[in-house]
């Protein structure tokens, strides 16, 4: 159980999702892992405790 997030940037998913690490403690993965090639995409897993992902979500929304 997955989501996928489609982000408006040049840069690409591999490089929004390391700095999303280093910048906001959120681990995700780039969307070329799932072979989204189209447009940047940033995939989270939905298998983890609500509050968890409420809260990495809330981090995602003031990085970008």
Known sequence: WYMTL???SEKSSDT???????????????GSMFEY???PRL???LLIHPSELDQG???????F
């Open 6 to 8: 489609e982000i408006d």
């Open 16 to 30: 929004l999702a390391i700095d999303l690490l280093e910048k906001s403690n959120v681990y995700t993965h780039p």
């Open 37 to 39: 090639s189209d447009t």
């Open 43 to 45: 995939v989270i897993s």
């Open 57 to 63: 979500l809330d981090r995602i929304l003031r990085f």
